[in-house]
């Protein structure tokens, strides 16, 4: 009697939800029955309902650790990765000069490729160098965006990373202004960096990496031989690059990846330094854009500059300041 009582009250409860949720749609229609706040008589969702809905998907999000500044990278370790390679991107925006990519990995992130688990934060030399406070409230620390260090700073976390190759390994790609011009398409031309970025560090540095441990275990061993399974590539962005390598690793794009995915944090400071020393060099060949101040950016100051002077070689003429110049 008791379970039976209980399966009545159950079968009342999803009635009265399926009564409930038909009043919602019924008031959503006027009285010539087509609904109301439609277009092209397509019918709209009634707003509670969506609410409760958006609600539950938000619910289902999974959640990083943000006591731990390598949460990401440890997710991919537990599903068996052992190199995570994070890139980023630099002047995409600007009107002047190449767009330019860095691809980062860390070598010693896994103590080794059969526990997967990951090393001692203090053998990072640029673990406590990109951090900053968490302001939400819930405590820990987080990445501090790249854009918010100063260029001391930037250059400091760079010469760690240069001077400790055993750690760190990276890659650097650009397409020039006249290449961007010749498509006429800087989404393409900021893929194509991605790609070339992504692949030259795995080609010339990872894969290397991985067959000499791996011949430590197993002589001769070969490059198709290598675990693919290990590497996952995470790309900065809405939009990540199909690679082509062999053997073959996901590469997945994510929004703000960069104060998220602490090797895409590395990698976003590696082509912005590599950026601003390049336009240390623009600014000796042409004094008059500034471009040791702006980067090769639409400042004020700079499209000044241009309808003074006029654009020099170093801008990107199919960019809208440039048009019919």
């Not at 009250?9 to 009043?23: D, G, K, P, T």
């Not at 004094?287 to 700079?302: D, L, M």
Request: net charge positive; hydrophobic share 35%.
């Amino acid at each position: 009697m008791i379970t039976l009582s209980h399966s009545y009250s159950n079968i009342i409860s999803v009635i009265s939800i399926l009564l409930a949720n038909r009043l919602y749609l019924s008031t959503a229609f006027s009285a010539t029955g087509t609904a109301t706040g439609t277009r092209n008589n397509k019918i709209t969702i009634p707003r509670p309902l969506t609410k409760c809905w958006g609600k539950y998907n938000k619910s289902r999000k999974r959640k990083l650790d943000t006591d731990d500044i390598l949460a990401y990278e440890r997710s991919l370790i537990n599903r068996g990765f052992s190199y995570i390679i994070g890139s980023d991107e630099t002047g995409r925006g600007s009107i002047a000069g190449p767009v330019m990519t860095a691809s980062c990995c860390i070598l010693t992130l896994v103590n080794n490729d059969e526990d997967f688990t990951i090393a001692d934060l203090s053998d990072l030399p640029t673990i406590g160098l990109i951090t900053s406070n968490n302001k939400t409230g819930s405590g820990g620390n987080l990445i501090k965006d790249s854009k918010q260090l100063s260029p001391n700073e930037r250059e400091r976390i760079y010469e760690v990373i240069v001077n400790n190759p055993q750690i760190y390994a990276f890659s650097v790609a650009q397409r020039s202004n006249i290449e961007i011009d010749d498509t006429n398409n800087i989404l393409a031309s900021t893929m194509e960096c991605f790609k070339d970025s992504s692949e030259e560090l795995a080609q010339s540095k990872l894969f290397p990496y991985i067959l000499s441990r791996q011949e430590q275990r197993q002589q001769q061993m070969q490059l198709n031989e290598i675990d693919n399974n290990k590497i996952y590539s995470v790309v900065d962005g809405k939009k990540a690059p199909k690679l082509v390598t062999t053997p073959s690793f996901p590469c997945r794009p994510m929004v703000k990846a960069d104060v998220q995915v602490y090797t895409v944090a590395l990698a976003s400071i590696i082509a912005k330094v590599t950026l601003d020393h390049m336009s240390e060099e623009w600014h000796k060949n042409y004094p008059e854009y500034n471009f040791q101040e702006n980067k090769g950016y639409a400042t004020r100051s700079h499209i000044e500059a241009i309808h003074r002077y006029g654009p020099c070689p170093l801008h990107r003429m199919t960019f809208k300041s440039l048009q019919g110049r």
